[in-house]
């Protein structure tokens, strides 16, 4: 593919959850949504962004900026981000890096549901083996191979 036929494709059929969120500082939670919806070009068939951030939990924060939201909030927000172009994949860079015990496994949880629902295909990255209990299934790399 050329360099401007992969962009598009990683835009319409990838969905990325990065481990520091990378939120926009300007936007609120809902329109970090909405620009997704419009970088893709989607009128329709794209998720309603109010639905989607109710369904992570955040739909009484969607007027709220990223720092004034907890980390595991902005992870969420990330989450659906990721989530609002109905992508075929979903990869996900260290979700709960910068989290508690009890975010992390919400957060998790959270991916878990949410992509099963879509009927997403999802690569976490992870070294927390304690949140392993919600994956479907895991591949451990050990000295660059992979084995599970």
């Known amino acids: 593919m050329k360099p401007a036929a992969r962009t598009t494709y990683r835009r319409e059929h990838i969905g990325f959850v990065f ?3 990378n939120l926009l500082p300007a936007l609120t939670a809902i329109d970090q949504l909405r620009l997704m919806n419009h970088l893709n ?3 329709t068939g794209g998720r309603d962004a109010e639905q989607l951030l ?3 939990g955040m739909a009484g924060k969607a007027r709220r ?6 980390g595991g909030e902005r992870q969420r927000v990330g989450i659906a981000r990721a989530l609002i172009g109905n992508p ?3 990869l996900v860079d260290e979700p709960t890096a910068a989290l508690d015990r009890a975010r992390s496994h919400e957060v998790v949880e959270l991916l878990a549901r949410e992509t099963e629902h879509a009927g997403v295909a999802t690569v976490m990255v ?3 083996t304690d ?3 919600h ?3 895991v591949v451990e790399m050990i000295d660059g191979k992979l084995s599970g």
């Open 88 to 90: 075929s994949l979903l």
């Open 54 to 56: 109710a369904e992570v």
């Open 19 to 21: 481990q520091s969120g």
């Open 41 to 43: 070009r989607r009128k």
């Open 131 to 133: 949140v392993l209990q």
């Open 65 to 70: 900026r990223p720092h004034q939201l907890s």
């Open 126 to 128: 992870t070294h927390d």
């Open 135 to 137: 994956c479907g299934r």
